[in-house]
């Protein structure tokens, strides 16, 4: 869904955060999680409480899916292995409705989906801390 023209700075957000995805998974290339001596970031919520949150383990899973591991980035993160491609064709809409032709873009999910998206996440939470 679109609604009026964007400034210049709407414009660029799409191309300065895929910039940015597109320097990180350089780094993350050639960075191994599963090396400790390695600088990369530890989940704050699994630091903190020493559970694994919905995203943990996504590092791990861009690293061997950069390098071509399909099973070991299932085995990172399963969930959000999954809706990676939903990602990708939103960030595309994106990018092509903010920067190419100028409109503002909001995410079509609603009351309903956002519920939804929360509670898969929490589900996802549960299974992953409780199976291991």
């Given at each position: 869904m679109t609604a009026g023209p964007a400034p210049w700075t709407v414009?660029?957000?799409?191309?300065?955060?895929?910039?940015a995805a597109?320097?990180?998974a350089v780094y993350?290339?050639?960075h191994s999680p599963y090396d400790p001596s390695q600088l990369l970031p530890r989940c704050p919520v699994q630091w903190a409480t020493g559970?694994?949150?919905p995203g943990c383990g996504g590092t791990r899973m861009a690293y061997s899916l950069l390098h071509g591991d399909l099973a070991g980035a299932a085995r990172a993160n399963a969930?959000?292995?999954a809706v990676l491609p939903v990602v990708a064709l939103g960030y595309?809409?994106?990018?092509?409705?903010?920067?190419?032709?100028?409109?503002?873009?909001r995410v079509p999910v609603g009351k309903r989906?956002?519920?939804?998206?929360?509670a898969i996440a929490a589900l996802w939470t549960v299974l992953r801390n409780v199976l291991g």
């Open positions: 414009r660029a957000l799409p191309v300065v955060l895929g910039a597109v320097a990180g993350v290339y050639g559970l694994s949150c969930a959000l292995l595309g809409h994106w990018l092509t409705t903010a920067t190419l032709r100028g409109r503002r873009y989906g956002s519920a939804a998206i929360i």
